[in-house]
């Protein structure tokens, strides 16, 4: 008997683990481009370390997140819902920035970018302040990132019994941590791995290095734009979900599709989620403009 109630709480916590990280999965392609943004500008040999450091301090965070998830999915549970919905407004806000943000602060990202371009060329730099820094902004990047991923998480299996919540969520934060911090690795050092078989003898190996140093540009690029349109899609999913009314209005469309066929009455809900994750991020986005600029003008 007892091992079957084990048996049967293990499949359990493989199903809502395997949920959980489905939801989750949109939030990784942003957090994916972040993380190996931030370590751009270190030196080629020191980029392990560095990522290896932030992994590390993702740990550290999800360790203080977790526990947090738990007591209030224990004592505060009517908070589970407000707290998704902030996420959810949040990721929408964060996706619409970053399309906003070369019209926003073109001025502020080109000076930024001369300045470090400056710092690293400068020999008095002090490189270890430099790592210690794009470190502690990684971090920070993470703690943020993983408090959504949790908070999805924690919905996800806000009806399950103790043991299965405490089971997915550290699941999904050790996942989520390997799984991110493992891609970033690889990703920093597609370039490194190119370089070194262009300069290799044989013909294949200087072909292969080849794609791969042609690869790595775009392949930054596509993680971006692949991390903003999840972002989207699962921002704009936790505030339709939360939003009945907007929900049955999407679940009407998607039934009213279904004569146009199975596969747009399938994929009709995700886009109008999307669509509706990113208005309501253009809206958040204007309204923190407008609100900047009269605080500036009633400082000024």
């Known amino acids: 008997m007892l091992i079957d109630d084990i048996a049967t709480l293990l499949d359990d916590v493989a ?82 920035e970053k399309l906003a943000h070369k019209y926003l602060h073109a001025a502020e990202e080109q000076q930024e970018h001369s300045e470090r371009l400056h710092a690293l060329q400068d020999p008095a730099t002090d490189m270890v302040a430099f790592e210690h820094d794009k470190i502690k902004g990684a971090i920070t990047t993470d703690f943020i990132l993983s408090a959504e991923i949790i908070a999805i998480a924690l919905g996800t299996v806000a009806t399950q019994p103790f043991g299965t919540q405490l089971a997915v969520l550290v699941g999904i934060a050790l996942v989520m941590t390997v799984g991110v911090y493992g891609l970033v690795a690889a990703i920093v050092k597609l370039d490194d791995v190119g370089l070194y078989l262009t300069q290799k003898p044989q013909a294949i190996s200087q072909a292969i290095g080849c794609v791969l140093l042609n690869a790595a540009p775009p392949l930054m690029r596509f993680l971006s734009v692949a991390g903003t349109v999840a972002v989207f899609l699962v921002g704009g999913g936790i505030l339709t979900h939360g939003l009945p ?56």
Do not use: Y
């Open 245 to 300: 009314t907007v929900h049955h209005a999407i679940e009407a469309a998607a039934a009213a599709a279904a004569n146009l066929g199975s596969l747009l009455a399938g994929m009709l809900p995700s886009v109008l989620n999307g669509l509706f994750g990113l208005l309501v991020g253009m809206l958040l986005v204007l309204l923190l403009t407008l609100f900047s600029r009269l605080r500036v003008g009633l400082k000024a």
């Open 15 to 96: 199903a809502m683990t395997k949920v959980a990280a489905k939801k989750t999965a949109g939030v990784l392609g942003d957090d994916l481009a972040l993380n190996a943004e931030q370590v751009s500008g270190i030196r080629a040999e020191r980029e392990l370390p560095v990522v290896w450091a932030v992994a590390v301090g993702s740990l550290r965070n999800k360790a203080i997140l977790v526990p947090l998830a738990l007591a209030i999915g224990a004592f505060l549970p009517w908070l589970i819902t407000p707290l998704l919905m902030l996420g959810g407004a949040f990721l929408c806000f964060e996706g619409a």
